[in-house]
């Protein structure tokens, strides 16, 4: 069996505008009943014995990580909790007397988990790969300068401008006029600035 690679353009993290190649694969999904049935077709086992050591890996995997151990698999990798802060409007500082938060607003928020280097090399190995494509990236047919001429008339016109409006504007993908507009309002000279968070984030003339 073969699996498809496509080879997509991204954009250099360093601002010049330059783009290089990555190569990324076409996942297919694969549900849980389906990988326990290759497994019995090809191992011999019952299924019930192999959902059953599954389960308990799971079970003794998650006991350890909350535990604070870092749980090597040979063959599969290694696997460790990760933490966050839940969801709340405490603040948080290292100076004495300032910290308020404590265990009870702390959570397990991932499991981070880096691949055993036999089961890459083993993944390799069986991999046949197919080119399926290539995906480019979305370019404004306009210069910088036309895009911010664009995003002033705008907003003159409608006061506030969001990021959707800034791809029909320009033309840009979606992330890239994210990005764009990130850089745009910490530079003085575009006459850029933004006002909100997140998703109540938009952009606005900024003030002579």
């Not at 016109?157 to 994210?178: E, H, I």
């Amino acid at each position: 069996m073969y699996a498809t690679y496509i080879k997509k353009e991204v954009a250099d993290l360093n601002g010049t505008g330059s783009t290089h190649a990555c190569y990324k694969l076409k996942l297919t999904p694969m549900d849980f009943d389906h990988f326990v049935s290759l497994c019995q077709r090809e191992g011999g086992w019952d299924e019930s014995i192999i959902r059953g050591v599954i389960a308990h890996v799971s079970e003794k995997l998650a006991l350890c990580m909350a535990e604070g151990f870092s749980v090597k698999i040979d063959g599969i990798g290694t696997f460790n909790a990760s933490l966050g802060v839940r969801n709340d409007m405490l603040q948080d500082a290292f100076e004495e007397g300032e910290t308020r938060r404590n265990s009870k607003t702390i959570e397990v928020k991932g499991v981070a988990y880096r691949a055993d280097k036999d089961l890459i090399r083993n993944t390799d190995r069986k991999c046949t790969l197919v080119k399926g494509g290539e995906s480019r990236l979305k370019k404004s047919k306009f210069s910088l300068e036309e895009r911010i001429q664009k995003a002033q008339d705008f907003m003159k016109k409608n006061y506030f401008m969001r990021v959707p409006d800034y791809v029909r504007l320009t033309g840009l993908s979606r992330s890239k006029a994210a990005e764009e507009l990130r850089r745009l309002e910490h530079n003085p000279s575009s006459g850029i600035t933004s006002r909100g968070e997140r998703s109540q984030k938009v952009y606005v003339l900024r003030n002579e």
